[in-house]
């Protein structure tokens, strides 16, 4: 069982758009969850993470955690061509092993 | 301010011949290391995480080991490649500070093994 799970996409949003990714775990001891943007043939950047239940917002980027529905999810508002990337769900920091899962990110296309 | 140097960037092995991936950290003491693996179109694959100077824990068996000789300084190696063993190569560090912690990855090793 994987442990964290992603919709491979593409998602495609117009330039504009709100665009939203979307995230399940399984470890429910799982802490920390964290989105990062990669693009082709770099390596992840990170742009948010989010320990607690609820929304999170920064600039225009907002995450929202659900623990008892082991859900995760990005939202990315105004979106712009430059966001066209991989997006990657990331979990992990239970107790002092510090194990993050990957999950195998969603891709996302902003047309102009 | 923390960063990590990863290298070399992009290397092209034939099959059977050793691997050596190096990656030092700079800015932090005692950082938890990691080395991840990404085949091409995949997600993010954790092969090894360290707590400290010689603790390795391995997350699949495989081909690979990994060394942490000094606190900062993390090293992915093979006796002998094998095809599967291409990818992109990505190490990474964290720190548990109070309240969280959160990981963050180096520029990543291009692994042809041809």
């Known amino acids: 069982q994987k442990e964290v799970e992603q919709n491979s996409g593409p998602l495609s949003v117009p330039e504009g758009a709100i665009a939203s990714l979307n995230c399940t775990y399984s470890d429910r001891g799982s802490q920390s969850f964290f989105w990062y943007r990669q693009y082709s043939g770099k390596s992840p950047e990170l742009i948010m993470f989010i320990y607690s239940n609820g929304d999170k917002e920064d600039g225009r980027f907002t995450a929202q955690l659900n623990k008892a529905s082991q859900y995760v999810s990005l939202l990315i508002r105004d979106s712009q061509p430059s966001d066209s990337a991989t997006y990657l769900c990331a979990g992990g920091g239970r107790g002092n092993f510090n194990k993050f899962y990957f999950g195998s990110g969603t891709k996302l296309n902003v047309k102009p | 301010s923390q960063t990590i140097h990863q290298w070399p960037a992009t290397l092209v092995q034939p099959v059977g011949s050793p691997l050596s991936l190096e990656c030092t950290v700079e800015?932090?003491?005692?950082?938890?290391l990691y080395w991840y693996r990404q085949a091409a179109g995949r997600g993010l694959q954790l092969l090894f995480y360290?707590?400290?100077?010689?603790?390795i824990s391995s997350e699949v068996p495989q081909n690979l080991s990994a060394s942490r000789p000094q606190d900062r300084q993390f090293i992915l190696s093979s006796k002998k490649l094998l095809l599967s063993d291409s990818g992109f190569y990505l190490c990474?560090?964290?720190?548990?500070?109070?309240?969280?912690?959160?990981?963050?990855f180096g520029e990543g090793s291009w692994l042809t093994v041809v």
């Open positions: 990474a560090w964290s720190v548990l500070p109070f309240g969280g912690n959160t990981i963050y």
């Open positions: 800015g932090t003491s005692n950082p938890n």
């Open positions: 360290s707590v400290g100077i010689g603790q």
